[in-house]
Structure formats: structure tokens, C-alpha cells
């Protein structure tokens, strides 16, 4: 796992190679990172969901990176990724309305099963276009590093040998 300090993440002090994948970036991202809730905190949503809305919140540490770099692939997952996740959003909300509608009749229940089960994973799906999700980085619980678990050798290679910066 690559561990960036947080302060060079939110200088913006970043090679133009995607961590992820290696490639050459297509342009420098701005994003904001967050910190994984920690383990102990799904046990919270027993109580009520407000309660661990609210403790996640407190705890969460942020770095805002005026510029991620992100490569051709990045952008063509987040594409594929709201390409299937919307429309199959949008057939849910569909199927569960016609459901509902028909509840009496013979198929109403079957689609009103099908339309929820369409629109959660339709909701799963596009969640995972998130810039973050993409990027494939979080910060650390104590909010000093960006952790990269899946960096590519060529990006800690342009951040060891201290590659210059680009400009879009």
C-alpha cells in the first residue's frame, strides 16, 4: 500500500501519473478524499441509522486534492459505471412504480420485486462512479496520509525519481 502524506496530496504536489493504473494523466482532478469509517462503527447502525450518519461524520477526516491525477482508464470506469448504473436506476424506479400500480394483479408483485431489486443495484453501480471510488484512495484514520492500496510501480516510480509537472 502507498502512503502519500496529506499535506503533499492537498498541495497538489503530485506526479501527472495515474496511482492507480500507471498511465499518463488526461487531466488533474480535483477531488475530495475521506478517511474509511472505522470498524467498530457498523455496530452503531443497531441503534439508528442518524446515530451512525452522525459519529461517521465527526470522525471522518478530509483532504481535498485540488489535483489527482486521472488517466484515460479512470475516466472510461467512471463512464461505464454511470452508463449502466443510471439506466438501470431509472428501470427500477420503473418497475417498482408499475408494481405498486399493479399490486393486485398477478405480475404487480413480481415487478414490484424486480423494480427494488433493479434500483438497488442500479444505486450500487453508480455509487461506484464516484471520483473516489475510481481513484481508488482514502485517507488515514488519523487524517496524515492518502492510502493508495492498489498504486501502480510506474506512479511510485515518477514520485520517487520526482517527475515534473505538466501543465493542462
Not at 499518463?24 to 450518519?53: C, G, Q
Request: hydrophobic share 50%; glycine share 8%.
Amino acid at each position: 500500500m502507498l502512503r502519500l502524506p496529506a499535506a503533499q496530496v492537498a498541495n497538489g504536489h503530485l506526479p501527472h501519473v495515474c496511482p492507480r493504473h500507471g498511465e499518463p494523466a488526461i487531466e488533474m482532478k480535483r477531488m475530495k478524499l475521506i478517511s474509511k469509517p472505522p470498524s467498530w462503527t457498523p455496530v452503531l447502525i443497531l441503534l439508528a441509522v442518524i446515530v451512525y450518519v452522525i459519529v461517521v461524520t465527526i470522525l471522518r477526516k478530509t483532504v481535498q486534492a485540488p489535483a489527482w491525477p486521472w488517466c484515460a482508464q479512470c475516466k472510461a470506469a467512471r463512464s461505464r459505471n454511470l452508463g449502466i448504473g443510471l439506466p438501470v436506476l431509472g428501470l427500477g424506479i420503473v418497475l417498482f412504480a408499475v408494481g405498486i400500480a399493479t399490486i393486485d394483479g398477478d405480475a404487480g408483485p413480481i415487478m414490484f420485486l424486480l423494480g427494488l431489486v433493479a434500483f438497488l443495484v442500479g444505486l450500487i453501480v453508480a455509487a461506484r462512479s464516484a471520483a473516489q471510488t475510481v481513484a481508488g484512495a482514502f485517507v488515514s484514520q488519523d487524517g496524515q496520509f492518502v492510502e493508495v492500496p492498489k498504486s501502480d510501480p510506474r506512479f511510485m516510480q515518477a514520485l520517487q525519481y520526482g517527475a515534473a509537472p505538466q501543465r493542462f
